[in-house]
């Protein structure tokens, strides 16, 4: 494994300072004594530390960058939720003085781009996403002391020290079960991820606990499934044979919109003979007639938190505030 590039931090352990010494050695070394400011150079020296320009630039809030690994969109999916978020965190950076450097790697290796960034001192920070998926940048990011936040929480590690945002997927599934409940509906199904998906079986709780709470039975009624049109499609079709439900809640657009073909295939029709709701409120369930009804997620403010938590990472000194864990909305449309 490659070297990481030394820190601040690494600087700042070496010569017996705090972080904030080191930084006033390479951006104000008249406020130190001769003697502190000497051993800082020499751990410097030592290690071969070189400042990060835009890093030394904040003082006087000039633009610097945050890198963001950006995937293309899966095929077959109706996932669209980077392509909003994105926008929102360019929009929210710029207001703050930040620039978002997009980058790609290797599909298979889910820490291509990082490292070339990193010793490059192309950016000041990073932001990192797919955190249910135990990808393992948080963990090498912050072996490197690197900063970064996240959008998600710390599923493997509950008790890591980074700053993250994310979203309420229980409550959101709650939301919408509820919804359906208040409706009359007596057998809601849900379509969802795999176990092994932090986050599905997250929003899976939402579904349970609504149903729970009103003393309705969950069995029979739930299916783990990949996040596929064609899974939703053959999921919806055993659950209509075989449990009956007058409604489907889904933990993705991709697999509400499967369900939708089957009611087609079937000629049942969305909203009033089967109600079905999705999430993630993509661009397809706004236009899908008669349109899906969907938790929407408030990625503007999303990217607004993750902003906030960065310029406290890359404040002088360095803050690091709580996780934010953010309520979704349901934008109810003609299929509930």
Known sequence: MPTAPPTLADVAELAGVSRQTVSNAVNNPD?????????VQEAIDALGYSPN??????????????GLRINPAQEG?????????????????REAGYHVLLFTGDHEDPLAGYDDLLR???VDAFVITDTYLGNPQAAWLEQRRAPFVAFGRPWESPDSPHPWVDVDGATGSE???????????????????RKDSRIGEDRRSGWSRALKARGLSTTGLASRVED???????????????????AFVCASDTLAMGVLHTLADRGLRPGQDISVVGFDDSQVAQVVPP????????????????????????????????????TPSLAVRGTS
């Open 291 to 326: 349109g899906l009804t969907s938790v929407r997620l408030p990625l503007e403010e999303v990217a607004i938190q993750v902003v906030k938590a960065l310029e406290g990472l890359l404040g002088h000194p360095p803050t690091v505030g709580p996780g934010v864990l953010l």
């Open 53 to 66: 320009r835009a890093a030394r630039n904040l003082r006087t809030r000039a633009s610097h960058l945050i």
């Open 120 to 122: 490059s001192t192309a």
């Open 175 to 193: 939301l919408a079960t509820d919804h359906l409940l208040d409706k009359g509906h007596q057998r809601v199904a849900w379509i969802g991820w």
């Open 77 to 93: 999916t109706a996932n669209a939720l980077m392509d909003r978020f994105v926008h929102s965190l360019v929009e929210s950076s």
């Open 228 to 246: 596929t049109v064609a899974s939703g499609r053959e999921a919806s079709a055993v659950l209509l044979d075989e449990a009956q439900p007058s």
């Open 31 to 39: 406020l130190l004594r001769a003697d502190t400011l000497s051993r």
